[in-house]
Structures are given as C-alpha cells and as structure tokens.
C-alpha cells in the first residue's frame, strides 16, 4: 500500500510550502491545487468555481458522507456542488492509488483514512501566521494587521466548517493527527528534514 | 541562557521515556522525580506527602500564580502547601539556571517561559496507553480495562486541573507547545532522534 501524508493546515503557517518541501525531501508525488484543477477537467466547470464550492461551505447544515450521499430537496446548485465533491474524493483516492503520496488538506487525512496514512497539522501563533503572509504575497499588502488578522480567522473558519462537516471531527484537534507541528518563529526549509525522519522511523 | 526543553504528557503515552531518552540522545540534564526528592529534602517533608500535594490540587479554588500567592484564610494546611508549591518553582529555575535539561511535568513550560523553551506534549489515543501501561507495570495488572481506562482519566483530569491553576492555560492545547507528538504505534527509542534533530535545526 502507498504510503501517504497528509497536511491539515492554518492559514499563513506554512503547511503548503512545509507539504512541498516534504515531497521533494521524500520524493513523493505533492498534490494541491492540481485536485482542483483535476476536478474542473472531469466536471467542465471553471477552476475558479470549483475553488469557492470547496473553500465556501456555509449552506450544507448537515454532514455529508462521502459515498453515502444524502439530501432530499431536488436543488441544481446543490447536487452540482455535491458533484464536486464526489468528484474530489475520487480523485484523491486515485492519486493515493497511483504513488506515495502528499497531499494538502481536502479531508484527504478522513478521505484515506484506510492507508493510514501520517497524518501532520501546521499550525502557528497569529503574529507568526500575519508575518508570513506579508512575506509571502502581495495580495495582502493593502490590509491592515487588524483586517488581515480578520482575513485568516475567517478563512480558518471556513476550513473548520468545512472539515467538520465532512468528517464529523474537529478541526485541528490533536487526537486526529500523528504530529502538530507549531511553526511559529520557524524557517521551514530548516525543520523538514526532521519531519522526514520522523515520518521514516 | 541554557537550552530547556519542557515534556507535558497524557499518562501512559511514553512522555517520561521520551524525555528520558532525549536527555540522553542530547546530553542534557534530566529532571522529573529529582525535582520532588529535592522539595521533600528542602523541605523536610515526606516525598510521599510531596507527591501527594503535587498531583492532587483539588483543594484549590482559584488560580495561583508564582510569586503572587493570593491567599485570604490562615490554614496551615494550605500554607504548607502553597510552600511545595514555591519550592517547586525555585528548584525548576535553579535547575534550569545550571545546565541545558529536560524538565517533565510540573508546569516548567510556564514556569521556565522566559528560557523560551521548546515545549513538547505527548500524547495517545486510548488503546495505546492502556497498552503501555501494561507493558509497563505490575502495578495494573490486577485492573480491568475498563478501571485502567478510569485510572488514566482521572490521572490526566488531575494533571490539566494542576496545569490550569498554575498556567491560567488549558492543558494540552497545542497553542502552548512547539510539538505535540501522537506516540500511539509507535516505538518511543525510534523517534527520538527525529525529535533531537527537530530540536536543535
């Protein structure tokens, strides 16, 4: 069986360049966005869409089981937002099928939770979280540290939300995960090679 | 200022050999059981009674912070206790002021924040601990699963009431520590040196 990791990860902590970094250290196969632009191609929707269905998910009140689907109302937009996510985790289980693997939140720890795969959570303090992202892009560079302060709590929110509803678990919660990892004050690059003996022993 | 590293711990989850094995991978001093023999020589009191104090807090209301002891009635009960308490703190920063060290336990994460130490917390899922208890003990073997199960229960409700009194944090939220390691499955003497080496990058 392939051997996988998964990242859950806040926003602005590094868990996508620490998932990267991973890949190349182990040489395995690093999957993030390419699920969503993957999930486009068979659906022919846009990826820009597919990436608000997946990050957007105020309007499920109830869980959704992967392969046990279930909602009664017959609505256009919500079985096309199902779709998707079927189509999501067919996908992430191909691309475990295919290699080891890394893979970048999506549930993917829940999703393939028969490979066991080792399961890490990136976390860090919010001054660490806010110094990142100014480094990082310029997307950002217009809000204030109180609005982007705002900006991550809310877009961490939407990922709780969004894991909760999907697993049934809590967010972030240590239980779930082999390893948590706070890179508050810390270069990524520096720490990856002991993540990756860890992982190997 | 001397490096420290400081080990909260679910009971049964290895954290001692953990610390133990990683003050020996890293050369640093080793502090756990020391810390109450050198209370109760201090002191003059029994280890025993010291132990006593140490884990069971249940007789506090209300937060006490180190150096700010906040007491209204005159109980010579609770002043003696309140004096473990002191000294407890003063040995774990003369420890920490002599040599690098591994402290477990004892709230040193709070007590040493000045030294920024790297604060490890260990932990594992149910199976696991009732596991390593008895690989461990004679001391359970008597105990059913279900009473060792209410044995490692009550043993942490009492490590997180201690934890909260003296830090104002909850124990085991990892916002307070830099890892929280998942040692369920795993070999304790096989990860250490990943730890070491997450450690010193």
């Known amino acids: 069986m392939?051997?996988?990791i998964t990242i859950g990860r806040e926003f602005g902590s590094g868990g996508r360049e620490l998932g990267r970094r991973l890949?190349?250290?182990l040489g395995f196969a690093y999957?993030?966005?390419?699920?969503?632009?993957?999930?486009?191609?068979?659906?022919s929707l846009s990826e820009q869409y597919v990436n608000a269905v997946v990050e957007q998910q105020s309007f499920f009140s109830f869980p959704i089981h992967i392969g046990r689907?279930?909602?009664?109302?017959?609505d256009p937009a919500f079985e096309q937002k199902q779709a998707v996510y079927q189509e999501q985790s067919r996908i992430i289980m191909e691309?475990?099928?295919?290699?080891?693997c890394i893979i970048v939140g999506r549930c993917a720890d829940y999703i393939l939770k028969e490979y066991q795969p080792f399961r890490i959570f990136v976390y860090a303090d919010m001054e660490s979280k806010i110094k990142r992202c100014?480094?990082?892009?310029?997307?950002?560079?217009n809000l204030s540290d109180k609005e982007l302060k705002q900006k991550i709590h809310s877009i961490d929110k939407k990922r709780a939300r969004y894991y909760e509803m999907y697993t049934g678990n809590?967010?972030?919660?240590k239980l779930n995960f082999d390893l948590c990892i706070n890179t508050s004050h810390?270069?990524?690059k520096e720490i990856v090679p002991a993540i990756a003996k860890l992982i190997n022993e």
């Open 2 to 4: 392939n051997k996988i």
């Open 23 to 25: 890949s190349e250290e």
């Open 31 to 43: 999957y993030d966005q390419e699920i969503i632009h993957e999930i486009a191609k068979r659906t």
């Open 69 to 74: 689907s279930f909602y009664i109302a017959s």
């Open 95 to 100: 691309m475990a099928a295919k290699s080891d």
């Open 134 to 141: 100014r480094e990082k892009g310029q997307e950002d560079e």
């Open 170 to 173: 809590e967010w972030g919660d």
């Open 186 to 188: 810390r270069t990524i």
